[in-house]
């Protein structure tokens, strides 16, 4: 059984920056790659960034590009997701998701097999 457990949610000013953490146990030798969606009230939930599990390839959305950077710690079995230049649009409950196989480059939410909870990130004016 896999769990993903989020932490890092909070809120923060517009500019600020938060750290989101990922942290996987269970069958996580099985992992080929890791993401990180957000779904905003009212919203669909959308894809945020990728990170290939051993190479360290990464993906972003248009919408976080040069502001957003996913990580990870094989060690620790946990992915990152730093986030600078917060804007009140990045307000959402943010997931982290993974899967076995497939592209780096795939962002409909059910390209991922596991999820976790979600993390809430408000980000004021």
């Known amino acids: 059984q896999v769990q993903l457990v989020e932490s890092g949610g909070g809120g923060v000013q517009a500019g600020g920056s938060l750290r989101l953490s990922c942290s996987a146990s269970g069958r996580t030798f099985t992992f080929y790659r890791m993401g990180w969606f957000r779904q905003a009230p009212g919203k669909e939930r959308e894809f945020v960034a990728a990170i290939i599990w051993s190479g360290g390839n990464t993906y972003y959305a248009d919408s976080v590009k040069g502001r957003f950077t996913i990580s990870r710690d094989n060690a620790k079995n946990t992915v990152y997701l730093q986030m600078n230049s917060l804007k009140p649009e990045d307000t959402a409950v943010y997931y982290c998701?993974?899967?076995?196989?497939?592209?780096?480059?795939?962002?409909?939410?059910?390209?991922?097999?596991?999820w976790g909870q979600g993390t809430q990130v408000t980000v004021s004016s």
């Open positions: 998701a993974a899967d076995e196989s497939g592209s780096l480059y795939a962002t409909r939410p059910r390209a991922y097999n596991y």
